[in-house]
């Protein structure tokens, strides 16, 4: 599977009007594959500051959308920037969304639907996806970091 013909079959730039009303659906659990991970991973270390990495990894990302009823933004959402802060680089599931019938646009934008949506998923599963919140607990990012040693602590 060649991720980035079919990341060019799925042309949000063409449709969107970057009106970010989609941006509730950044929840859950949102997969990626290993390919798209070090992209990830690159796009973190290479074009945000350690200190936004940082806020962007470990800020509270819980929304109050009704009341008693919240949700939990993707790990990579940024509460601040209302924003997601690897948008360049997001993996498939993310550049689906308006694409496929299940997840279609919120505001009822014309996109032109992958019939073969399906069967893209099928191939991307035998890639083995993970969850990006494990991705996250695998990869010594910024945030993730060990705290120092105390200089006192006894080895
Ligand atoms: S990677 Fe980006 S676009 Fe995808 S769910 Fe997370 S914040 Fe949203």
Redesign the pocket.
């Known amino acids: 599977m060649d991720l980035n013909e079919v990341y060019d079959r799925l042309p949000t730039e063409r449709y969107c009007s970057g009106c970010h009303a989609c941006?509730i659906?950044?929840?859950g659990d949102?997969p990626?594959v290993q390919a798209e991970w070090e992209r990830?991973t690159e796009h973190l270390r290479e074009s945000l500051a350690p200190v936004d990495v940082l806020r962007i990894l470990t800020e509270d990302k819980r929304f109050a959308v009704a009341a008693g009823y919240t949700i939990e933004?993707?790990?990579?959402?940024?509460m601040k920037a209302k924003?997601?802060?690897?948008?360049e680089v997001?993996?498939l599931?993310?550049r689906m969304?308006g694409f496929v019938e299940w997840m279609p646009c919120p505001i009822e934008r014309a996109l032109p639907v992958v019939d073969e949506a399906p069967d893209l998923m099928r191939a991307y599963a035998r890639l083995r996806p993970k969850p990006?919140p494990q991705w996250l607990a695998e990869t010594p990012l910024p945030a993730r970091r060990p705290a120092p040693r105390s200089r006192f602590e006894v080895a």
């Not at 933004?73 to 940024?78: A, Q, T």
């Not at 924003?83 to 948008?87: K, L, P, Q």
């Open positions: 941006a659906r950044c929840s949102v990626a990830i933004f993707c790990p990579l959402y940024d924003a997601c802060s690897v948008y997001r993996p599931v993310c969304l990006i």
